[in-house]
């Protein structure tokens, strides 16, 4: 929630939080210490902030006190008076002024009238429009001169001439300085700081403030998201989080989630996706959470921050808070926006006359079906797609509340594709008892319902013959004859796929302060998913005929139930300026897993599709096909964290969970994941304290272990599951036998990682930022191991074994270029280093030095793309080194083993596809109600293969169609792997333009915001890779340009956010 709308409640409505703010009870024994120290004291024994300007408190003076049991406003009137100084509570923000200054919210200075030469009024909002009252208004020349602004933002101020200079200050808020320049009248705009005294961040289980974070913690609040289009919640932190990769690697398909990768890639067999929490409840499906109604993310990215999540913290965690209602007035919000695509990355292949003037010249047989088809533009179309979010919030003090409402209506720019959203989630909080009861009840409803496509449409579309018609000229759709070939149009229209996903999520948490400093807490809650996926292929598909049957429907239910409970003791305890606290607790996660699927073909009519299996007579036949199982699994860990403080100066953290898992072998069931970590606020030393450029300076050194999780329950222990049929006795009989073989020493990957790095903010944070600098070693790899039969049954067995390194760089910068009231000019940026390596794929039993995996599509028998090998990286290409060409055009490549002949002996390492470097930067103008911004994202030291110009750009794939370059090329070879189509990837992207303006209050009517944007998406990309797009899938398999796709698009959006 913005400062703002506490601010105001707390004037309107909030008296009874003034009186608790005031009769807190402190001790403080103090002799001869500076009122900075003594400030200090207070902070750390209250849940107050103090502002005031540093010259009155910096000065050589002492004060002196003894109070035992006291409340605040005792023990701040006694140090005040003693530096002539006055307070007053706005919200829990204390304001320091000298007693001279006006403390009457923006009435006249009357006693110093004579002696001032100009008054000056006015009004401060902040960025929104909103009025901030409690603002700090002084002169810079004259410090003891000031004002606090009132209830409606307004000030009133005597200055001593007309060159006088404003100082406007608030908690939370640039200061900034202001000529008045002979000007009676002066309103002006605060901005947020980027580094605030009031920001928190979520560590896992609880919150700390910013400042006393020790472990690697990026945030990112929803002021900061990316505006305008989004398939995926993900997608609005898209290059604001240093080291963390989100990558659209299926284009803008409505349907498809991104790829996420935080610090490269640490597993070559399990998940490398961060673990995702959506208040509170963990493996939050992301689709459950519109983007409008999430209030912050925050990501932890080492393991000191991770570790308290144990098993599933290797790949590091997303935090996901939603927004919460606030005490006040019913407040409505709505936003939305209007989008289309335009698509921007298709193959450049030959037209229909290009194809027949290439086959008259070089006089190859192809046939000329008389038309002129441009198949990708066939089944693309122009779409439009419309989101709407609405909420209502408001409260008292005992009950808060905010419910919304999100619908989306997303259009995929391929035919038949598309998905309609809805979403419901109501967020309550109530507090009782004195305030010391706080109750959380969060309810999520979604219904997704989706149309699916195939991706081999758009690879087809790149080699059918563009003079062949759609539909033949008795309406019936016109089919190629070559293997494996298809009309991509008659197959998105005529094999249809998609299906209705059904989410379900509901928590409660009750937090009860039991005594001062001393709170139990627990929290529950159920998530649920059902989804009912369909397809069919009509009688006269395509499928249909080459599989033999007449049409084929199938049908399938998954249910997803998840319950948790995790239970937590906090406690706090502050001895003078040492502050210790304390957190043990104990989590349980149950869940289940259930599948159902059947299937029938040969239909008499298309007319019930897939909601009548039974019509289908493979009943009879023996070709309809069914299964089901059902999974379970459970969790349960003890962990706890410790955090000491002193003075907000000298921080330090630890953590531990020990947990256990039923997926694991009878051995390995638990384990134990201990974190350390400390800080340095260098900023607070006192031979910094005269250095007023410098606003923070921390020293971080993190350790922690953390785990991965195998995704099936059962790996450990045999299983029996239904074969095939067998003949006995004349009659068919279903066998049943193992499926697997067990592993009882199976357990899961271990991560040991260290993180060292700086938080800086200089010149009143107008430069602010973090570097980090990290290693991690991910070891007990799983992998599957190839099995000695006999004794096992099966040819793998998943085993533990093996190493990866990564190690890196991450900077992040937030600049304030211009901020003066009127302009509000800046930059951010993120940079991220990764190298990784596989260390081992051995252990004392089984060797293996190299595996190569992944084949390369048919047709032909290409051989494998990757290479496992000890002391090379994951995701490395190998093949042939390409040599050159003979006369002929035939291949020529480097014999590296001396035999006669290109062998298996002869390949090497190519390159690899996962990006050494990633950055991105935010250039922002705001002045007047107009803000424009610019997101760039960029991908550098790395390589793709083009599988495109593999295939296609070879002219013998003539008669089929080719791409453009084909027809020049010099191969007159059939396709060989080789990195002769292995090229630099590097790229940077224009990601994001958006242009928006705030109306003027004073034009709304009765609204209290109304501001209306234009965004544009994937702007453009500045490559030499000469495929569709250069930003492919990360990890293992990264940097292949495969055939089949979903097209790329620019997405152009006009969006409305109104107030009221």
Not at 330 to 337: F, H, N, Q, R
Not at 429 to 455: A, F, P
Not at 550 to 564: D, E, F, I, P, S
Not at 830 to 852: M, R
């Amino acid at each position: 929630m913005r400062l703002t709308l506490g601010l105001i409640i707390f004037f309107s409505l909030q008296v009874s939080a003034l009186t608790e703010a005031q009769s807190q009870k402190v001790n403080v024994k103090l002799n001869n210490a500076s009122l900075k120290e003594a400030l200090e004291v207070l902070k750390t024994q209250s849940d107050l902030n103090f502002i005031y300007n540093n010259d009155l408190v910096n000065d050589n003076s002492q004060v002196t006190i003894n109070a035992t049991n006291k409340e605040i406003s005792e023990v701040l009137q006694i140090l005040l008076n003693q530096k002539g100084l006055d307070y007053r509570i706005v919200d829990n923000n204390v304001i320091i002024y000298p007693v001279s200054a006006s403390a009457n919210q923006g009435q006249d200075n009357t006693g110093q009238m004579a002696q001032q030469q100009l008054v000056v009024s006015g009004l401060v909002t902040d960025d929104t429009g909103e009025p901030l009252p409690g603002v700090n208004v002084f002169e810079k020349a004259n410090s003891a001169n000031g004002v606090i602004t009132g209830v409606d933002g307004t000030y009133k101020i005597e200055v001593g001439s007309e060159d006088a200079v404003l100082t406007f200050s608030f908690i939370g808020f640039q200061a900034q300085d202001v000529n008045v320049a002979g000007r009676p009248s002066i309103d002006i705009t605060l901005v947020e700081e980027s580094i605030g005294l009031q920001e928190v961040v979520a560590v896992g289980y609880g919150i700390q403030k910013k400042t006393e974070v020790t472990s690697s913690i990026a945030k990112v609040t929803a002021d900061n998201f990316n505006k305008g289009f989004a398939t995926n919640a993900l997608q609005s932190i898209e290059g604001k989080v240093a080291g963390l990769q989100i990558v659209r690697t299926a284009g803008t398909d409505p349907n498809a989630s991104p790829r996420v990768r935080l610090r490269g890639t640490s597993s070559l067999n399990a998940t490398s996706d961060p673990l995702i929490i959506i208040d509170g409840i963990t493996g939050g499906d992301i689709s459950s959470v519109a983007p409008e109604d999430i209030e912050s993310m925050d990501v932890l990215r080492d393991g000191s921050a991770a570790a308290i999540y144990g098993t599933r913290g290797t790949n590091g965690v997303i935090i996901i808070t939603t927004k919460k209602g606030a005490t006040g007035d019913l407040k409505v919000e709505y936003s939305g926006y209007v989008s289309t695509e335009d698509a921007v990355a298709l193959p450049n292949v030959l037209s229909a006359d290009e194809y027949r003037a290439y086959g008259d010249a070089t006089g190859i047989n192809y046939v000329d079906g008389g038309a002129n088809t441009n198949w990708s533009e066939e089944i693309i179309r122009k779409n439009v797609s419309h989101v709407h979010n609405v909420s209502f919030s408001g409260g008292n003090q005992k009950l808060s509340y905010r419910a919304s409402v999100n619908y989306r209506n997303l259009e995929g720019i391929v035919i038949n594709t598309g998905q309609e959203y809805l979403n419901g989630r109501i967020n309550l909080t109530h507090k009782g008892y004195d305030d010391r009861l706080k109750v959380q009840l969060n309810m999520s409803s979604t219904i997704i319902d989706k149309d699916y496509t195939s991706y081999s449409a758009f690879d087809m579309a790149a080699i059918l013959n563009p003079t062949q018609p759609v539909k033949n000229s008795d309406g019936t759709y016109w089919q190629p004859s070559g293997y494996g070939e298809f009309n991509p149009v008659a197959s998105l229209e005529q094999e249809r796929r998609g299906g209705k996903e059904k989410n379900s999520q509901m928590s409660l948490r009750a937090d009860f302060e039991v005594f001062d400093n001393f709170t139990l807490s627990g929290f529950g809650a159920i998530d649920v998913r059902d989804l009912l996926e369909h397809e069919y292929d009509e009688i006269g598909s395509r499928s249909s005929e080459t599989g033999g049957y007449l049409g084929r429907a199938k049908q399938k239910t998954w249910h997803n139930y998840k319950k948790m409970f995790e239970g937590t003791a906090n406690y706090k305890k502050v001895i003078n300026s040492h502050v210790l606290t304390l957190l043990g607790g104990y989590s349980y996660e149950g869940r289940s897993y259930e599948e159902f699927w059947a299937e029938n073909k040969d239909f008499i009519s298309d007319a019930q599709k897939y909601h009548d299996l039974s019509a289908g007579s493979g009943l009879a036949d023996g070709r309809a096909a069914m299964d089901s199982y059902k999974q379970t699994e459970k969790l349960i860990a003890f962990f706890g964290r410790f955090t000491y403080s002193y003075e907000s100066k000298y921080l330090f953290s630890a953590t531990v969970r020990r947990e256990g898992s039923s997926k694991f072998g009878e051995n390995n069931k638990w384990a134990t994941f201990p974190a350390v970590s400390a800080g340095w606020r260098i900023v607070e030393e006192d031979f910094l304290s005269d250095t007023d450029w410098l606003n923070e300076l921390k020293l971080r050194v993190g350790y922690g272990v953390t785990g991965n999780i195998v995704g099936s329950p059962y790996l450990s222990i045999p299983r029996m599951g239904a074969g095939g049929l067998y003949v006995l006795n004349g009659q068919y009989i279903k066998s049943y036998g193992s499926t697997t073989n067990p592993n009882p020493y199976l357990k899961w990957e271990t991560k040991k990682e260290t993180n060292i790095g700086v938080d800086y903010g200089f010149f009143n944070n107008r430069l602010s930022g973090s570097v980090d600098v990290y290693q991690r070693k991910t070891s007990d790899l799983l992998w599957n191991l190839v099995a000695q039969v006999p004794p096992m049954i099966h040819n793998e067995v998943l085993s533990n074994i093996g190493e990866i390194n990564n190690q890196g760089v991450e900077l992040a910068l937030n600049t304030k270029i211009l901020n003066n009231g009127v302009w509000n000019v800046g930059l951010d940026a993120t940079f991220s280093y990764n190298k990784n390596k596989l260390v081992s794929l051995s252990d004392d039993t089984f060797q293996f030095q190299a595996v190569n995996y992944e084949d390369l599509p048919a047709p032909g028998q290409l051989g494998t793309i990757f290479r496992y090998e000890e002391g090379h990286p994951i995701g490395s290409f190998y093949g042939y080194k390409y040599k050159g060409l003979t006369e002929n055009g035939e291949w020529i490549f480097e014999d590296f083993d001396g035999e006669e002949g290109i062998t298996d002996a002869d390949r090497t390492f190519l390159g690899n596809g996962n990006p050494k470097i990633n950055l991105s930067f935010s250039p922002y103008v705001n002045v007047k109600g107009v803000d424009f911004s610019m997101n760039f994202r960029g991908a550098f030291g790395f390589d793709i293969l083009n599988v495109n110009k593999m295939y296609y750009g070879n002219p013998l794939w003539y008669p089929g169609n080719m791409l453009r370059s084909a027809s020049s090329s010099p191969v007159n070879a059939d396709p060989q792997y080789s990195d002769y189509y292995l090229e630099k990837g590097d790229f940077l992207k224009l990601d994001n333009i958006t242009l928006g303006y705030t109306l003027p209050k004073k034009w709304l009517f009765g609204l209290d915001y109304t501001r209306v944007y234009f965004s544009a998406l994937n702007v453009a990309t500045f490559t030499n890779y000469s495929g569709l797009d250069p930003e492919l899938e990360l990890g293992a398999r990264a940097g292949v340009d495969q055939r089949g796709f979903y097209p790329r698009t620019t997405t152009y959006t006009l969006g409305l956010n109104v107030k009221f």
